[in-house]
Structures are given as structure tokens and as C-alpha cells.
Nanobody
Framework: QVQLVESGGGLVQAGGSLRLSCAAS????????MGWFRQAPGKEREFVAT????????HYADSVKGRFTISRDNAKNTVYLQMNSLKPEDTAVYYC?????????????WGQGTQVTVSS
């Protein structure tokens, strides 16, 4: 069982930055591919970014490429999402996800979400 707890959300003006963190419980964090998803009001949850177990392979949604950076610290059981040049359309609840194995395709675990609001 893995528990994921996100933090770092908040209200920011367009063009600003936020850094989200996701702390995972357990001693096998390095066995999990990790990722971030988001869900805006009235929309379906969508993929944002993912990283493999060792952080060697990273993928981003086209909408965030060049602005967001996913990283992980296996020693701290934490995955991060650095979000720069934020836009109002980035407003959403951001969820951390984990899947046992090398890549993330169908998450096994989800966090509770953290709200990100970008004002224009």
C-alpha cells in the first residue's frame, strides 16, 4: 500500500510559479513510476507529466512542455512538479499518481489532490 500526499498548491497570478510536492509512504518508492495529472472544473482528468522509477525517462503533455518540470528524489520518497509561466488554463486540482513498475500508464495509487488557481 502506498499513500500519496500532495502539497504546494495555491493562488498565483498568471506568469507566476508554483512547486508541487508529493510525499509517498513506504520503503519502495523507487519501485514506482510517478506522475502528475490534473482536473479542471467540468473537465476530465488529464495527464500532465510522468517519470520512470529512476527519473531517466520523462514525458510531458504538450500543453505544459517547456513550462513544467517533473523530478523525483528517491531518498526523500518525493516527486515534484515545478510549474513556471503559469496560465489561467492551468487552473485545476493536481493529483499525484503512482504505478508499480518502470512506467506509468494505469496508476495504482492516487493522492487527494491540491488546488492550483491561476488568476489573469
Amino acid at each position: 500500500q502506498v499513500q500519496l500526499v500532495e502539497s504546494g498548491g495555491g493562488l498565483v497570478q498568471a506568469g507566476g510559479s508554483l512547486r508541487l510536492s508529493c510525499a509517498a509512504s513506504g520503503r519502495t518508492f523507487s519501485s514506482y513510476a510517478m506522475g502528475w495529472f490534473r482536473q479542471a472544473p467540468g473537465k476530465e482528468r488529464e495527464f500532465v507529466a510522468t517519470t520512470t522509477r529512476n527519473g531517466g525517462t520523462i514525458h510531458y503533455a504538450d500543453s505544459v512542455k517547456g513550462r513544467f518540470t517533473i523530478s523525483r528524489d528517491n531518498a526523500k520518497n518525493t516527486v515534484y512538479l515545478q510549474m513556471n509561466s503559469l496560465k489561467p488554463e492551468d487552473t485545476a486540482v493536481y493529483y499525484c499518481a503512482a504505478e508499480y513498475g518502470s512506467t506509468l500508464s494505469t496508476p495504482d495509487y492516487w493522492g487527494q489532490g491540491t488546488q492550483v488557481t491561476v488568476s489573469s
